[in-house]
Structure formats: C-alpha cells, structure tokens
C-alpha cells in the first residue's frame, strides 16, 4: 500500500502531521497485508474537538489472525495517548457480506470517511438498508438499558455522568440520522442540526440530548446540583424517542 500525505479539509495542522505519522507506523507494521487505511467521524464531518475527540480509524487487511493482529500492538502503544483509538480490522470481503448487519454503522462510514493510503473499499458500494428499520429501534432501545446500567454502575456520581454523557450522545448522533434514513427525511451530517431536525419532525423534546451535546463540547458546566437534571432530561428524551419511534 503506498503512503501518501492526505489532507482533511478543517482539522489542525498539529492532527493532519499525526495522521500522516500515524499512517507511516500502519504501514510499517503491516506492509502488503493492509489494503486500505480510512479514517471517519468528527474528524471527516468537520465536528472534530482537539482534546475532546477521537481519531476513527478503519484498517483494510487482507486476512487476519492471532499473529497478525499482535502486529498493532506497538501502533496502539505510542497512538492511544493521542486519542487514536483502536481500529476497525476487516477484510473486503466482510464489508460486503456484514454490511446487512450493520447498515446504520456502515452508512455512516461510507457516507464520511477520508483515504489515508491505499484504495477506498466504498468505491461503487451499496449498503443494505433492508434492515435499518430494525438497527434504529434496537439501537435506542439498547442506548437506554445501557445508560441505566452504566449510570447505577457509578452509584450516579457527578463525576462518572461528566463523563457518560458525552459518550452517550456521541453513540445517540447516529441513531437519530437512522430515523431520518428510515423516515426518508434529509441526512444532516452535524450532530445539533441532527437533534433540532428529529426534535421538530417528531414534535418531542430533545432539550436533554441538545444539553449532552453542549457539555461534549465544552460550551456548558453544569454546577454539582444542575449535574443530575441534565441526566434526567437525557435519559427522559432517549426513553421517549424509544416509544415514538416504536408506533
């Protein structure tokens, strides 16, 4: 796979040297195994937070086992830190065959995502969505009992909801652009356009999801006694778009 610097319209010019560092060390551990080396999410869609975003990455390999996964150890030793988390691995193949299963996740790589090196797997690709129906409902719902669970985890402490919100909105995004994909509504790439749409079209109240965003990006900080309303009305949002998107 030949590297070539790639440069992604609105990220810093301190992330476009990491990326293309990054790629470097890919390359060098798995030489002619890796086909492709994408990179999606805020990074691609222009939402990307220095200091506050992940860096997404998909690999493209030609096989895998035990051996060759291992090769990305000494990648994900000096990468994590820098908020490059731990890559897809999947071959061609199973892109085409598992797209079905996942069509929602798919979707949204295939729709924003960057060549790093290699050749892009999207190219002339059509993602089944004969599913995505199904995706989006199992996927609230799933949302909630997790939030629940996770949030008893922490015993409900201020500190622990600082931190779940922000994952939790961040794994909500692209179950709301499910619903309009499953709506045949128009697809917005920016998550607060994405909330204010499904809240408008579905008449409910999003407020609670609109506030997890505002504290991801640090534009709000909630005092000690606000910290647990702002969960509530995030968890009463995601239970509600559950019942409305279920009739």
Partial sequence: ?????????????ETQKLLQAYTKDVKG??????????????????EFLPGR???NLLLVITGYDAATLKRYEPVHKRWNKEGVITP??????????????????FLEIQEHHRVLGGRDPFVGFHVDTGNIGDAVRQGLAGHVL????????AGGANDAIMILLPLAITSTVPLLRGIQRMRGWPVLPQSDAVIKDVADRLNI??????????????????GPSEIPHVFDRYLRAAATLVEVVRQ
């Fill in 29 to 46: 551990a798995f030489g002619d195994q890796l086909e492709g080396l994408l990179i999606y999410g805020s990074a691609v869609r222009g």
């Fill in 53 to 55: 975003s992940n860096l």
């Fill in 1 to 13: 796979m030949a590297t070539t610097e790639r440069i992604i319209e609105g990220l810093p010019e």
């Fill in 205 to 222: 109240d999003l407020q609670g999801f609109h506030e997890a965003l505002m504290l991801k990006r640090g534009i709000i900080s909630p």
């Fill in 88 to 105: 897809l691995f999947l071959t061609d193949q199973e892109i085409r065959s598992t797209s079905p299963l996942f069509p929602l996740e």
């Fill in 146 to 153: 997790r939030l629940r669970q996770r949030y008893a985890e």
